[in-house]
């Protein structure tokens, strides 16, 4: 589907109740929150989104984010969640409008979030993939991460991991140790789970799963 291309709200909250469903199916009811990855579609994805009682958008790419804050209106009606690569210089423009930042994977990029916005609630991203190309810390540098990050000043709420390619089974592992990192580390909130490995995330303990694709369509 283009960029735009037309949703129909009531296949949306049809989408967002199947989704609900398969997560409570998987244990996840009263834990795992529904980010609705709304990223590709226009603002009325996040609109119908909104309507259908996700969690929070969750958005990709700072250009089309702040595209869509401003079509509609200066604010999402849900709350906006950053779950893309972060480049250094679009973080102060988005700043105001996002409520949880998913995707912190260099101090560097810290430091610009706890300057734009201080004490902003963030999620310390780490590489559970084992792909050199796939963002993140490494595993084994998740503490001293998470404590460069506290030092900024930063809310850090958990942990952020993307599954590899292929069969969701294949997650599993990254999904089981980012959860043990949590908890070693007394950090509550676990984001990990798309639309092609979100059961086996809630199985993980997942309280935030991330999905586009089953809730929208092919992008
Ligand atoms: C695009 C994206 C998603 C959603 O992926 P789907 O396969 O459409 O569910 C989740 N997390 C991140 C980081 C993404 O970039």
Known sequence: MAPGA??????????VATVRERIAA???AGRTRLVAVT????????VAAAVAGVDAVGESY?????????????ATPAPLHFIGRLQRNKIRHLAPYVALW??????????EIASRAPGAAVLAQVNISGE???AGCEPSATAAF?????ALGLDVRGLMGIGPLGAPEAARAGFERLASLAGALGLPELSMGMSDDLTVAVECGATYVRVGRSLFGPR
Do not use: C, W
């Not at 990223?39 to 996040?46: D, L, R, S, T």
């Open 6 to 15: 037309t949703i129909d709200p009531a296949t949306v909250a049809a989408n």
């Open 26 to 28: 998987h244990g996840g």
């Open 39 to 46: 990223k590709g579609f226009g603002p009325e994805a996040v």
């Open 62 to 74: 700072a250009q089309e984010a702040l595209d869509k804050v401003r079509a509609l209106g200066g």
């Open 102 to 111: 998913h995707s912190v994977d260099r101090v560097e990029l810290g430091a």
């Open 132 to 134: 050199t190309q796939k």
């Open 146 to 150: 998470v404590d460069a990050l506290r």
